[in-house]
């Protein structure tokens, strides 16, 4: 059973920033691509970054480039998000997510099988 388990959100102030983790199990972490994505209230659920299974390949939505980094460790089954110059537009609820395939597809929701339960950053002004 594949499980994906999120921590590290929390309440910041605008400027500050955040690690979020994202630890994987009953899959094969270190062969497929994986994801983050967000959803605040009333909203859709967007992607926010993308990596490849090694780490070579990432893409991220405009609106967090230049602020926020998507990596991985895989000895560790573990992908990371390091939130820096958080907005207050960046308060949701964000989740992991995994591909079958090791390279990534986009941001499109449709492209990721499995979901961690998510983990709440809010940011106030």
């Known amino acids: 059973q594949v499980q994906l388990v999120e921590s590290g959100g929390g309440l910041v102030q605008a400027g500050g920033s955040l690690r979020l983790s994202c630890t994987a199990s009953?899959?094969?972490?270190?062969?497929?691509?994986m994801g983050w994505f967000r959803q605040s209230p009333g909203k859709e659920r967007e992607g926010v970054a993308c990596?490849?299974?090694?780490?070579?390949?990432?893409y991220y939505a405009d609106s967090v480039k230049g602020r926020f980094t998507i990596y991985r460790d895989n000895a560790k089954n573990t992908l990371y998000l390091q939130m820096n110059g958080l907005k207050p537009e960046d308060t949701a609820m964000y989740y992991c997510?995994?591909?079958?395939?090791?390279?990534?597809?986009?941001?499109?929701?449709?492209?990721?099988?499995?979901w961690g339960q998510g983990t709440q950053v809010t940011v106030s002004s």
């Open positions: 997510a995994a591909t079958e395939t090791s390279w990534c597809q986009g941001l499109q929701r449709d492209k990721y099988h499995y």
């Open positions: 990596i490849s299974w090694n780490g070579d390949e990432r």
């Open positions: 009953g899959l094969g972490f270190d062969d497929y691509a």
